[in-house]
T-cell receptor
Framework: EADIYQTPRYLVIGTGKKITLECSQT?????MYWYQQDPGMELHLIHY???????EKGDLSSESTVSRIRTEHFPLTLESARPSHTSQYLC???????????FGSGTRLTVV | TQLLEQSPQFLSIQEGENLTVYCNSS?????LQWYRQEPGEGPVLLVT?????EVKKLKRLTFQFGDARKDSSLHITAAQPGDTGLYLC???????????FGQGTILTVHP
């Protein structure tokens, strides 16, 4: 039973389009994260948030932006998608340091 | 930046065999976690270890945290095809709540 939801699961769009990947969690977690992952490869942190109105860039440079207006919602936006953005995007949340992450099922993005 | 190195990167074994996956770093971690990920899904937390030398068992899986809290291992006894997946170790260091992930080990268990 998923407590963190990502939509859409799959998205194919054309180059130059603006897209928003949705992520919502019902656990009341303060901390939320966005990771980028190519199939079978390691996770790269692209954005994180420690609470409402708090957002930080992660270890991997990304052209995407995020917002955290509500605790439960952490959307990621690409203003102008490019083929290099093709990847799987995973959203996660956690209660705090030392606690495990709960991941969503991911959004597999393909930019053509 | 704290780095975690996992080995092996790929592991292909027959059903019933035992295996060990290693996760090593030159940095100390306050806690370390293991995740399993199936294709097309997000990683799922298997275990968290926080004390140096700690050993945790989850059915056929045994997790160990090194005494110095710089390394960890995952041992699977009598592997089954259902164990197939990507195994990821991740550590929490100095950055509050932020995990550093290893590169992952792709395990394939053949019937």
């Amino acid at each position: 039973e998923a407590d963190i939801y990502q939509t859409p699961r799959y998205l194919v769009i054309g180059t130059g389009k603006k897209i928003t990947l949705e992520c919502s969690q019902t656990m009341g977690h303060d901390k939320m994260y966005w990771y980028q992952q190519d199939p079978g490869m390691e996770l790269h942190l692209i954005h994180y948030s420690y609470g409402v109105n708090s957002t930080e860039k992660g270890d991997l440079s990304s052209e995407s932006t995020v917002s955290r207006i509500r605790t439960e919602h952490f959307p990621l936006t690409l203003e102008s998608a490019r083929p290099s953005h093709t990847s799987q995007y995973l959203c996660a949340s956690s209660h705090g340091q030392g606690h495990g992450y709960t991941f969503g099922s991911g959004t597999r993005l393909t930019v053509v | 930046t704290q780095l975690l190195e996992q080995s092996p990167q790929f592991l292909s074994i027959q059903e019933g065999e035992n295996l060990t996956v290693y996760c090593n770093s030159s940095s100390v971690f306050s806690s370390l976690q293991w995740y399993r990920q199936e294709p097309g899904e997000g990683p799922v937390l298997l275990v968290t270890v926080v004390t140096g030398g700690e050993v945790k068992k989850l059915k056929r899986l045994t997790f160990q945290f090194g005494d110095a809290r710089k390394d960890s291992s995952l041992h699977i006894t009598a592997a089954q095809p259902g164990d197939t997946g990507l195994y990821l170790c991740a550590g929490t260091g100095t950055s509050y709540g932020k995990l550093t992930f290893g590169q992952g080990t792709i395990l394939t268990v053949h019937p």
